[in-house]
């Protein structure tokens, strides 16, 4: 046996059965290791694919197996009030839960845990108390709401404090009034005991599910970017759509890695950060390949239209294909820790196209194809050194180091009528305290789902509370059907307890990816958890069903008529903020070291920027029609600028390889005014300047730089023109603005 290769575990378990002094030949003790060996492989297989490299499996079952030990224990005691109110208090700490390093989850399950143990008790001493009670209600929402602006450390805080204190109220006088203060606390502090000591375990793990996740993203939009090859003029108008909303997907993703590697920087202060810094650098290269993914030489559907070889052009979208893909591969070796190869089919078709490309120097968009295949070349070749780092574009050379701005300034941000933060702070608790009033009113049974689906529907923005209405609505509807239907069907205790722990697995599986499904599920665990303490489970459906409708109708006429905030309002600004931005990043390109810390820094905020202001054109969509004003300017805006931050970043993704030239940074200047005047144009306040940039200079200058185009071989002067056309049409649009002024 001493061949035989065994975990830990299996050795023990082995050892256990030689102990019985069983009469076993030496050919069944190998048989039997053989079969037990391929059973641990098996069981091994199975937990990488369906929840090591799934972090919303892995979280939805750490959730259901610490419940599970709260819950069974206490429903064979017989106190069945025990284990569901230790399960709520579960539900809240999870879902307060934030991406941290361990001393950050900590300090944020600690405040946590003082939160849950202050709006319960809060609740159980003043709900004789209605007006004490409806105006502690609204005055703790509004000062939770905006302390969760403060950092993103507590954002998940105190949501989760907002929604024990409703879980309370659900509760409240059914047992001695400091039975929740206790349980509820006591729920969360097990849960986030037991999540803390397996963050402990690695440390870095849910930053590098952040990483996985946004690299997913940046693979989903190089998927739609090669279907665009070859395109015709309106599959290029959709998939340019496609890309905004990937795009966003992205950007919100890279956002989200550099607020848990704040947070870490944080909490580590001086302390050391080895283990964060090649997590830093696949940041960094995210950013990097982003940069690439985003850029564009030519418009596809000229591309296509002006092509020779249109095999040469699925080639180029076999390509990125294969990029797609083997991007993924490497989100897995992230989340596996292990070492990332280069795929051979992404080898081999670099090559076919490369040979392609070398055949078809006749083209007359062979310059930008050349430049699209060498910026492909150039993905592959960091995919390739990913784990290298000498190998991978330069980084910033500082430490890293963190310097949050100051509570002052952040209180005072958040202290102003403009900011979403304080409009929805004021709006959601003036809804939840009518809700409260209407409960009390018409002393409503079970009457607190209506503040608790006020919170979950009332969103910062109208289009996220329009959705969130109907999927709560659908989603509480479906969920009764089914919880009804799987009550009669397994009606015991036990039947119960696995309905209950099905159906909290599936609301955490699904909750981070489609609100609809959760919601069904966590209706089910409600049917459930009454159907455990009371038997009336299905009976108070009825109530639960009324009072979904009435406090999404009550969240929907909040976000309506309280403070509204339409998309139109901002355009003029998010256009500013957008070009100012772009303008910063292409202004670091040429007269900076585009591999410095300024230089990340501008490209993705000249990325966020973008994504804001396409975000406020798709809002528009499911808008009130007599509130969708400057839509087609929306429109228009949203793909110019999308555009020219597209060329933009190809001029960024070749300097490296191709840097300017002198003729090529004059040119760059040129462009510069041209964009300033765009900006003075678009500003809220316009500044007059002694020599304006006009249309017809701009033409002129434009149609010169055809002319020179045609007698150069600069591959540069092609992201130029483009850049240069782009800036003509916004100059264009702009000035048609201040017309309508």
């Known amino acids: 046996m001493a061949s035989e290769r065994f975990y830990r575990s299996d050795v023990i378990f082995y050892v256990l059965i030689r102990g019985k002094s069983l009469p076993l030949q030496t050919s069944m003790n190998k048989l039997l290791a053989k079969t037990y060996n391929a059973f641990i492989r098996q069981l091994r297989r199975i937990w990488i694919d369906c929840f090591w490299t799934h972090p919303d499996n892995l979280w939805a079952l750490k959730v259901t197996l610490a419940i599970a030990l709260m819950l069974i224990p ?132 849910l930053l590098k599910e952040q990483l996985v996740v946004a690299y997913g993203h940046l693979a989903d939009y190089l998927s739609v970017k090669a279907e665009l090859f070859p395109c015709t003029k309106d599959e290029y108008k959709a998939g340019r759509t496609q890309l905004a909303e990937r795009n966003i997907a992205v950007g919100r993703g890279i956002d989200s890695c550099k607020d848990v590697i704040y947070s870490c920087l944080d909490v580590l202060g001086g302390k050391s950060t080895e283990g964060l810094a090649p997590l830093y650098h696949q940041w960094i290269l995210l950013q990097q390949l982003h940069e690439r993914a985003a850029s564009t030489h030519q418009r596809y559907d000229v591309l296509s239209r002006r092509c020779k070889h249109p095999l040469l052009l699925e080639g180029l979208g076999q390509y990125l294909y294969c990029l797609s893909e083997a991007i993924r591969h490497y989100a897995d070796t992230i989340i596996m820790g292990e070492r990332f190869a280069l795929p051979a089919d992404l080898r081999w078709t670099k090559e076919v196209v490369g040979h392609q490309l070398e055949e078809s120097t006749d083209d007359p968009e062979y310059a930008a194809l050349s430049m699209l295949y060498s910026n492909l070349s150039r993905i592959s070749l960091l995919l390739e050194h990913a784990d290298d780092s000498h190998h991978s574009e330069p980084v910033p050379v500082e430490t890293l180091q963190y310097k949050p701005a100051s509570l002052k300034q952040r209180l005072r941000a958040l202290f102003n009528e403009n900011h979403p933060r304080f409009r929805h702070a004021v709006r959601l608790s003036i809804c939840l305290v009518a809700g409260y009033a209407l409960v009390e009113a018409f002393h409503m049974n079970k009457g607190a789902w209506v503040v608790l689906t006020i919170l979950f529907v009332c969103q910062q ?219 003075h144009n678009f500003s809220p306040t316009p500044i007059k300047t002694d020599h304006p940039v006009t249309i017809d200079e701009v033409k002129a200058w434009n149609t010169a730089f055809v002319k020179q185009l045609s007698t150069t071989d600069n591959h540069n002067m092609v992201i130029l023109y483009n850049i240069s056309k782009v800036a003509a049409e916004l100059l264009k649009e702009s000035i048609s603005k201040n017309r309508r002024r």
Not at 190 to 205: E, F, H
Request: glycine share 8%; proline share 3%; with cysteine.
């Open 461 to 679: 923005s109208y289009v996220a509370t329009r959705q969130r209405l109907f999927e709560r609505i659908f989603g509480t509807f479906v969920g009764v059907a089914l919880g009804v239907i799987w009550a009669h069907l397994l009606p015991t205790v036990a039947g119960q307890i696995v309905l209950l722990l099905f159906s909290i697995f599936t609301f955490f599986y699904w909750v981070r990816k489609r609100y609809t499904y959760a919601v069904v599920f966590i209706t089910m665990f409600v049917i459930a958890a009454f159907n455990l303490q009371t038997g009336t489970g299905i009976a108070v459906m009825t109530y639960r069903l009324l009072d979904t409708l009435l406090g999404s109708i009550m969240a929907f006429l909040a976000v309506r008529y309280i403070w509204p905030d339409w998309q139109y309002r901002h355009l003029q600004q998010l256009m500013t903020d957008a070009i100012t931005k772009t303008l910063r990043y292409f202004n670091t390109i040429y007269e900076n070291d585009v591999r410095g810390a300024a230089y990340y820094h501008n490209r993705r905020t000249a990325h966020q920027a973008d994504n804001a202001l396409a975000k406020a054109w798709k809002g528009m969509h499911a808008e009130p029609k007599k509130k969708r004003k400057l839509q087609r300017e929306a429109y228009a805006l949203t793909y110019m600028h999308h555009s020219l931050l597209s060329y933009v970043s190809a001029l960024g993704a070749h300097y490296y390889s191709k840097p300017l030239t002198a003729e090529d940074i004059e040119t760059c200047r040129y462009i510069t005014r041209v964009i300033e005047q765009v900006q």
């Open 74 to 205: 206490c429903c064979l005691f017989g106190e069945p009030f025990v284990g569901c109110t230790l399960a709520l208090g579960a539900v809240g700490a999870a879902l307060a839960e934030n991406d941290d390093h361990p001393l950050g989850r900590m300090r944020s399950l600690a405040v946590t845990i003082v939160s849950f143990v202050i709006v319960s008790t809060s609740v159980e001493l003043l709900k004789d108390y209605p007006w004490l009670f409806g105006i502690g209600l609204g005055a703790t929402s509004f000062i939770l709401i905006l302390l969760g602006g403060l950092s993103t450390r507590y954002q998940g805080v105190t949501f989760g404090a907002l929604l024990v204190s409703v879980y309370a109220m659900l509760g409240a006088g059914i047992k001695p009034w400091y039975y929740q203060p206790i349980l509820l606390p006591l729920g969360g502090l097990m849960y986030g005991s037991i999540s803390l000591l397996l963050l402990s375990l690695r440390p870095y793990r």
